[in-house]
């Protein structure tokens, strides 16, 4: 009897945990990353302009063989 009766705790917890689950209101996560002060300054990656390749593959600490990132990007891009 003792196992049943763990079992229909369990149950029961869980069935609390879900409820409160689903009337919570969901957290903005990622609120503290959304900064729309500094949209104007990205609004050219939201309008579609070509990325500067030149400019990413200069600053980048690695070294990107810029030939390859380029077919890669028309190639997800679809150009």
Do not use: N
Request: aromatic share 4%; charged share 25%.
């Amino acid at each position: 009897m003792a196992r049943a009766d763990s079992l229909a705790k369990l149950a029961f917890a869980y069935g609390v945990h879900l409820t409160r689950r689903r009337l919570r209101r969901p957290r903005p996560q990622l609120a503290a990353l959304r900064l729309y002060s500094r949209l104007g300054e990205v609004s050219s990656d939201l309008e579609g302009e070509s990325p500067d390749l030149v400019a990413a593959a200069a600053v980048c600490p690695v070294g990107v063989p810029l030939e390859e990132v380029a077919a890669v990007v028309r190639r997800l891009t679809g150009r």
